[in-house]
């Protein structure tokens, strides 16, 4: 006996070129197959008989599958792929580059190798795992998030020492909450205002764990946490815009005038959510140091005296060519003599090398007496006839002032050309995410992409010295270990999505399909 159904159906998907969406278009056909066979069989037709009407009634499946396959097809970036490819490229050189300066010696270079490696596999099957596995993604992300936090508990009370390794997770764990809170929120967007309601109490809930020194390691998590924040809010107000949320029974153009109580609800949060970023001495200490840092800096390990000391810097760069110095300028900024002469002369770094007993013994001695009276030099290891720039910049500047460190090596010119490769690359990343038609791949690739861009506006006011707390990551360029892999993420879903966009994945209701695995 034919079977009319399963030729017709292997047929069409034959011509798909697109696995992932082979397994939803063959079960909507298939759906469709079978509603025209009960209508032929009600008629009086045999079930062979009404099979074979229902088929031929479906047209050349050649003709569809091919059709489907020009409109249903993966998309591909290649401007932003090349830009990002560059930048990743030009981070990996910098990195290795700066293997020789005396603080770089943790090859971290090796971590753009994996983060390649992350990279293509989310861009690959990023967006169609998360579609699929929603349903698993998301309490696991509850569970791994508790598990965080009562291990930061523990720690603040000295019961585990891990301190160090949560300190560096609590970056990673608040960003990653935001694309997950959308996520979230639109696994439970048909409620209406429920969901979004409750997205912003968990995400006042996740600023107040990450900034409070009650719950985790202190503010230390505050510029990731500002960043998180904003991400969330922006992406949800973005959500409202694309008629994301809906109410049930009625269609997207009846749901548009409940846009206006959305956004009513979102911007009613947002003063409250950000009263957290205040909330205690200091959090508001640290947002008068960010917005003023010149009348709160007390010595020279300070990172408001390092934002001096950059914009001191920079403002003597020659547009064209790098910065120079005679050797008794770069002593004045290496001991802080410039800043701290006439101020508090106790600030003023001292000279630490000692080649006898009885000068060891003398720097003890100066040392005591400048502690006794206040003050908290720095110890200082060169003099007028070895010092180098890499001596008098502030202690990492080979990553937490790339964008500095271009100007103040190669002239202002070549820094702002460096911005502008970067805000390009912005510009092409939100071009692309403008473009996608799919909610669910909008929401997600909107988010992940604020988080990329405010890590990068955090990171470039340090540089213009306006720091706001520890500093951030400068997505692509800036090295690091974890944080290359989290920002290749955030890369990767933002491609994932788009290349996935014109593929109906969303139709499967985030739920796994019965048929061929994504």
Known sequence: MANYKKDFLDTVTQQISCKPFRSILEKELEDHIEDRMDDYMAEGLSSNQAEEQAVKGMGDPVAIGTQLNTIHQVQRTPALTVSALLLLTLGFGLSLYFQWTPEQSANGFLYYLPGL???????????????????LLLPLSGVCLAIHILLSILCRFSILQVGAIVWRMNYF????????????????????????????????IGVLCFTTSGFTLGADGSPASLIFAASTIITLLAMIHRDCFSFPGMDSSQCRPYRKRLYLLVLACLPLIGCLFIASPYQRTMFREFTNPDAHIRSTWDDTYNSALIRQ??????LTKGLSLTPEEMMDYGTGAWYFARKNPLQVGVYAICSTEEEEKEFDETIQKIRDAGGHPRYIHYNASNVTLWDILPQHAHNNYLIALTSLMFGRIAGAVLVAAITGFYLLLFSCIQKIQGKLAFALSFSCGLCLLFQTILYTLGNLGFQYGPFTILPLLSEGRMSILLNMTFLGLILSAYRYDRIPLESTGLKQPKKEAV
């Open 173 to 204: 764990a608040v960003l990653l909450l935001c694309p997950v809170l959308i996520l979230l929120t639109w696994h439970l967007q048909r409620k209406g205002s429920k969901p979004l309601l409750l997205t912003l109490m968990l995400c006042g």
């Open 313 to 318: 810097l920079l403002s003597r760069t020659p």
């Open 117 to 135: 490696m992350v990279l293509v596999g989310v861009v690959w099957k990023g967006y169609p795992f998360t579609v699929r596995y929603a349903h």
